[in-house]
Every structure is written in C-alpha cells, then in structure tokens.
C-alpha cells in the first residue's frame, strides 16, 4: 500500500463530510418550504434569494448563541455525548457507494470510502451506537424529563431494531450479498422495492423511528418532556444534536436508496443507453442525489400529515406489527428465491410481490380492527 492510498482515503473522507455537512444545512432550507408548501404559507424568503442563504444565516446563530451548562450537570458526559451522537451520523456513510470509479492519474478512483464484504453488518453495528449519544444526553442532564427522553430513545432503538435488522435480512436475501456494491449491482435488472415492495415500505417506518422522526419523535416531545433529552442543551452543543438528525436522514435515505432502489445505478429500463452508469460514471452520484431527495420528502411529508403515536401504541406497534410482518416478508422472501431455483421457475420469483402485498394488507386489516375496538372502548 502505497502513500497515495491514504492521501485518497483522506480527500474521500473530507469530501463525504462536507457532502453531509453541507446537506444538512440545506435539509432544513429543504425541509422548512416543502411544510411551508403544505401548509400553504411562505416558509424563510429573506436571506439571499428564495431564502437559499438561510441556512448560512442559522449556522452563525448557532456558533454565536450563548452556551449555558447547568450547574447540576454529569459535566464530562455531558458535553461528549453530543460528540457521540454526531460522530457515527458521519461515519456510518463509509461504506455507502456514491457511484461506480473513473480514472484520474493513471489510476481508478471509486466513489465510496470503504468496499466492506460485510457492509451491511457496519451499518447494522454503527446505527446501534448512533443512540449511546442521546441516552448520555438525558442522564448526565440530571433532569426527569431528559432522563425519560433517554429512556425512550433506548427503548424505541431496541423496539425497532430488530424489525430494522430483518428489513436488512431481505436485501441481504435478494442480493446474496453483505456488500453494498454487489447488492447496487444485483439491481440492475429490478430495483428490490419492485420485487419486495412491502419490505421497502416497512424499512421506510422503522427508519423513522430509527432516527426519532415523527411520528416517532417521542424522545423529544415537547408536550410531554419539554424537549426531551436535549432539554439543556443550548448554543452549538444544541446544534450538534440538531445536526445529527438531519445528517442520518440523508444517510437513512441514502441506505434506503441503495438496498431497495438500485442505489447509484440507473432505472434497469435505461441500462446499455447514454444515461447508464456504466456508460457516464458520473450519472451515478447524481441517480443517487434525486433518488435521496425523493425519500426525504417522503420523511417531511409523513411529519407533516401525521400526529404522533402515543408511546404506548408505538411500542405495540414495533413488536406486535412490524416484528411479525418484517419476520413474514423475509421468510416470503427467501422461500420465493428458494423455490424458484429448486424448479426452475421464475413464477415462484414473482409470486414475491403481490403475496407481500397480500400479507400487509391483512396486517393494515388487522390494526385497523384493533383501533376501532379501542376507539369503542372494547379493550
């Protein structure tokens, strides 16, 4: 291993921060004129044009906002924990291919950081970390209600985590591989939300809750818990939490787009034309760029339209809907694949989606009977 290599894995590693940093800032420029939109009034307008310098404008706010620690605090836990909240938000990106590789100087550059075989076992272990931040958050705060958001948080994380692991389970299955790569390339034929769209859908929710979006947000509920675990927080210790965020629903999305829809790859209709990826290497990140915008506005739009779950039924809805229906798409899944092969017939293979579709309906029936028995006090 030459010196070059680590000059290139440095420059990667500063331009994928700066891409996450830099998106961020405009997520929440994003995220404030698409509710505004919805909502039908103006959203910010005033710094720069279309508001486009707002983000700017908010980032000095933040870095010169007084900073106020409370006496009571846990004082060295609670100024790390915003460091490791925001630290696996950058870090879990590493593996995720931006695209395919050029040449440049007489040697390939490719597009991501890392090509772990076991890629998806990285981002499996990094996501559980990502929650050690916010549960030190809410103890070393000394406060009932940070306390309580932490606690939540926790809970959620393991509540949901496992449906998250089985929704990896299905790319896994579909792709026969841990690398992210070679499940990219697996769909160059069918993006996996078409052969597995139940499992795509389900892996959308449960990374909702991954990331407290609502209507998952009840580590932070501000009716209930003021603001939850970063109830002390102020000045740039606030902003990293608040970085962290929207840092992992870009990463969320970009890991979304990659496992169910072809990830940097084009359309599979488009292959072997001018606007492939193997034909313009530099398609790929731009593929991946609308297909992330997609999915956020799909996040901005499930917080717009949705009240939040009360915390007991968002519990009950991680173990006794998505756990099962997760469990079912991937046994779904795999015998599809299975059966398929043993007799030669691809019918089998697409039998997957509409029998997936056919086990959420029934789950949807389900829950919508469960409401209305609770909604008519028949518990």
């Known amino acids: 291993m030459d010196w070059t290599m680590w000059v290139e894995w440095v420059l990667k590693g500063f331009v994928l921060c700066l891409i996450l940093l830099t998106g961020f800032a405009y997520l929440t420029l994003y995220e404030r004129r698409a509710l505004a939109r919805m909502q039908v009034r103006v ?13 700017i404008a908010d980032a000095v706010k933040l870095i010169f906002k007084e900073e106020l620690t409370p006496g009571h605090v846990y004082r060295t836990v609670f100024i790390l924990a915003p460091v490791l909240t925001v630290v696996p938000s950058l870090i879990i990106a590493a593996v995720v291919p931006l ?3 050029f040449m440049m100087f007489g040697r390939e550059i490719t597009l991501y950081i890392a ?15 990502a929650v050690y931040g916010i549960v030190l958050a809410g103890w070393s705060s000394n406060n009932k209600y940070a306390m309580l958001g932490g606690v939540r948080s926790s809970a959620q994380m393991i509540s949901y985590e496992l449906s998250l692991g089985l929704c990896f389970v299905i790319a896994i299955i579909l792709g026969d591989s841990m690398n992210l790569n070679e499940i990219v ?30 209507p998952f947000d009840m580590p932070e509920a501000e009716q209930e818990l003021t603001a939850g675990y970063h109830s002390e927080y102020s000045g740039m210790k606030f902003a990293l939490f608040f970085m962290a965020e929207y840092q992992k629903m870009i990463v969320i999305c970009m890991i979304a787009a990659t496992l169910f829809f072809g990830g940097y790859r084009e359309f599979w209709f488009l292959k072997d034309t001018f606007f492939s990826v193997d ?11 609308l297909k992330v915008i997609v999915l956020l506005f799909f996040m901005i739009w499930i917080r717009a339209t949705w009240p939040r779950i009360r915390y007991d039924r968002l519990m009950s809805f991680g173990w006794k809907f998505l756990l099962p229906l997760s469990l079912v798409l991937a046994f779904v899944t795999a015998t599809g694949i299975l059966l398929a092969d043993m007799f030669n017939n691809q019918l089998y293979f697409w039998s997957i989606p509409f029998i997936s579709i056919f086990i959420l309906l029934v789950a949807v029936s389900f829950i919508y009977r469960d409401l209305r028995r609770k909604s008519h006090g028949r518990f």
Do not use: C, H
């Open 43 to 55: 959203g910010p307008n005033r710094a720069g044009p279309q508001g486009l310098l707002q983000p």
């Open 99 to 101: 695209g395919s590789s």
């Open 115 to 129: 090509d772990l075989n076991v890629g998806i076992l990285y981002l499996m272990s990094i996501a559980s970390i």
């Open 185 to 214: 390339d697996a769909q160059k034929g069918m993006w996996f939300a078409v052969i597995q769209p139940a499992g795509a859908l389900v892996f959308m929710i449960v990374t909702l809750a991954e990331v407290n979006r609502a």
């Open 279 to 289: 034909q313009n290497w530099f398609l790929g990140p731009i593929y991946l760029l």
